[in-house]
């Protein structure tokens, strides 16, 4: 009797022992599920907040730098622009920061002076990029230039390599614009798009000859720009 005893107290210690063996490696299964599982939310949660560019996903942000050339109308004839900006991309949905733009209309004959005459100026100010779904390949933007400018009626003469301020003027201006944006690499976006401006009331022109006012540089213009930076 007490050998049946004794073995079935021999059997009971091994049958725990071997059911909290049982119970420490079910946990432990359990608990490296978990584990790998919230890994994986978590390198999901990571690529959903990856930018996405034509060669590669990327998510930080930073500072950026663009380069811009464009073309429009100035007082009825063709004109080229070229500009810069500057600025700190906050939350990749938001760009802040300075801009200036430059422009010099197609020189023609003025009857009235019997010379050739161009407008030339340039404007700059405060820069606000809204950015619509940045983390897409193809998004758009809409910056706003908030600044103020000048402009000039310069004369060329024939034969003369020297051109003549004859007058020139200062304005405030507002300009909005609307660009497709394309992430073509994390540090590298191709920006194609149009602005209005919006310029104060100016005067400008010589004696004998008709004024030149805000309506002359009052317009549409087409833009191509190249960004590089952190976005």
Known sequence: MKRITLLLLLLSVCSLGFAQNDFEDEQENENNYYHERSNNDEDNDYRDKEFKTLFGNNREGGVYSAFTGGYSEIDDEQAVLFGARFGWMAGHAVGVGLGATGFINEYHNEP?????????????????????????????????????????????????NNNFIEDSEAFLIVEPSAEIEINLTRFFRLAVGASYRLPTAFDIGMSGVPGIGAESIKGVSYNVSLKFGRF
Request: net charge negative; no cysteine.
């Open 112 to 160: 009235a002076l019997g010379s050739n005459v161009f407008l030339a100026g340039g404007y700059g100010g405060l820069y606000i990029e809204p950015v619509v779904m940045p983390r897409f390949p193809v998004h758009l933007s809409f910056p706003v230039l908030l600044g103020a400018g000048g402009i000039s009626y310069i004369t060329k003469y024939d034969g003369d």
